[in-house]
T-cell receptor, first 111, second 115 residues
Framework: GEDVEQSLFLSVREGDSSVINCTYT??????LYWYKQEPGAGLQLLTY?????DMKQDQRLTVLLNKKDKHLSLRIADTQTGDSAIYFC???????????FGSGTRLSIRP | DAGVIQSPRHEVTEMGQEVTLRCKPI?????LFWYRQTMMRGLELLIY????????DSGMPEDRFSAKMPNASFSTLKIQPSEPRDSAVYFC?????????????FGAGSRLTVL
């Protein structure tokens, strides 16, 4: 079936790295995404990775893709209070253009 | 560009009433998606359109829900009759597949409360 799974909560200390994990189901997914949602707002794209890549780095963000295990992770280096938000993993199904999201991981930052 | 515009931003209604949510996508976006967000179910895909044509409505919960896209600049999601369990935030999102990555641009959402 169609399912993208994430843990619901993550708490990290300010300045540490945050790692948010996700598993997906479609081994033929073409693109995988990370979106960020701040309170009262819609989702905004953080980054995405094409399925033929293993890693993508963009400033403080590092995305790792393990296609064998269908596992995607997002690492945020030097986590700041402004990073507090809900982070959604999503996959684009190869057979269609539908994009399925996980339930989101709420990241909270402690001083 | 003003982005994806959704209205109303907030709606409170009574059970049994008809609810219509509206979306104006970004000009040039050929895909339009409707999602529903709740604490219990997360972000669920309800339906999506390609060039104004519904492609997959398998996520629509039941016959009380309907969606239309009469032209490239407007879409509606209608609930008739509404029930308390329909209370959620409804998002519209569009994408331009010519870039390949199908990145979604979301509206700010419509928060629906059914009493």
């Amino acid at each position: 079936g169609e399912d993208v799974e994430q843990s619901l909560f993550l708490s990290v200390r300010e300045g540490d790295s945050s790692v948010i994990n996700c598993t997906y189901t479609d081994s033929s997914s073409t693109y995988l995404y990370w979106y960020k949602q701040e309170p009262g707002a819609g989702l905004q794209l953080l980054t995405y990775i094409f399925s033929n890549m293993d890693m993508k780095q963009d400033q403080r963000l590092t995305v790792l893709l393990n296609k064998k295990d269908k596992h995607l992770s997002l690492r945020i280096a030097d986590t700041q209070t402004g990073d507090s938000a809900i982070y959604f993993c999503a996959e684009r199904y190869s057979s269609a253009s539908k994009i399925i999201f996980g339930s989101g991981t709420r990241l909270s930052i402690r001083p | 560009d003003a982005g994806v515009i959704q209205s109303p931003r907030h709606e409170v209604t009574e059970m049994g009433q008809e609810v219509t949510l509206r979306c104006k996508p970004i000009s040039g976006h050929d895909y339009l998606f409707w999602y529903r967000q709740t604490m219990m179910r997360g972000l669920e895909l309800l339906i999506y359109f390609n060039n104004n044509v519904p492609i997959d409505d398998s996520g629509m919960p039941e016959d009380r829900f309907s969606a239309k896209m009469p032209n490239a600049s407007f879409s509606t999601l209608k609930i008739q009759p509404s029930e308390p369990r329909d209370s959620a935030v409804y998002f519209c999102a569009g994408s331009d597949t010519t870039s390949g990555a199908n990145v979604l641009t979301f509206g700010a959402g419509s928060r629906l409360t059914v009493l």
